[in-house]
Each structure stands twice: as structure tokens, then as C-alpha cells.
């Protein structure tokens, strides 16, 4: 046990249901910055539910919303 050593636990995802939400990946066009949504098919508001720092956490995102990273869209 390190005496300064925090564990992070990271928190679960938050259950979107799939008739009401799409999944997006939103993109900065000045950074590059990509950021995992799920998008509101009535309102068309975004929530986001995690940053994309690599192709790993793509996977990540859609595994566990059940999702091909081909019927993920990029909105800009």
C-alpha cells in the first residue's frame, strides 16, 4: 500500500436507450479532439460519455454500447 497512491476507479457508463439515442463521435476541427456521444434523436442534444485519445478506446465505446465503429458518425 503506497501512502500517496490514489486509485482511480473509472465510473460506469451511463445506459442510453438505443430507440431514443444514437451513438456520434463529435470532432474539433481545429484540434483533432474527439469525444464519444450519444445523441438525443428528438432533440438532437449531445451527452457525452467519454473523451477518444485512441483507436483502443473507439473499441471501448462500442463494445459496450453494442455498436459496429462503421455505424458510428462523426458530427463536426
Given at each position: 500500500?503506497?501512502?500517496?497512491?490514489?486509485?482511480?476507479?473509472?465510473?460506469?457508463?451511463?445506459?442510453?436507450?438505443?430507440?431514443?439515442?444514437?451513438?456520434?463521435?463529435?470532432?474539433?476541427?481545429?484540434?483533432?479532439?474527439?469525444?464519444a456521444?450519444?445523441?438525443?434523436?428528438?432533440?438532437?442534444?449531445?451527452?457525452?460519455?467519454?473523451?477518444?485519445?485512441?483507436?483502443?478506446?473507439?473499441?471501448?465505446?462500442?463494445?459496450?454500447?453494442?455498436?459496429?465503429?462503421?455505424?458510428?458518425?462523426?458530427?463536426?
Amino acid at each position: 500500500m503506497g501512502l500517496f497512491k490514489k486509485t482511480r476507479e473509472t465510473p460506469p457508463l451511463p445506459d442510453f436507450p438505443a430507440a431514443e439515442y444514437e451513438p456520434v463521435i463529435r470532432c474539433s476541427i481545429c484540434t483533432g479532439e474527439q469525444v464519444a456521444c450519444m445523441r438525443s434523436r428528438s432533440t438532437g442534444k449531445l451527452h457525452e460519455v467519454m473523451f477518444l485519445r485512441s483507436p483502443e478506446d473507439l473499441e471501448t465505446f462500442c463494445r459496450n454500447y453494442r455498436v459496429r465503429p462503421e455505424d458510428v458518425r462523426k458530427v463536426y
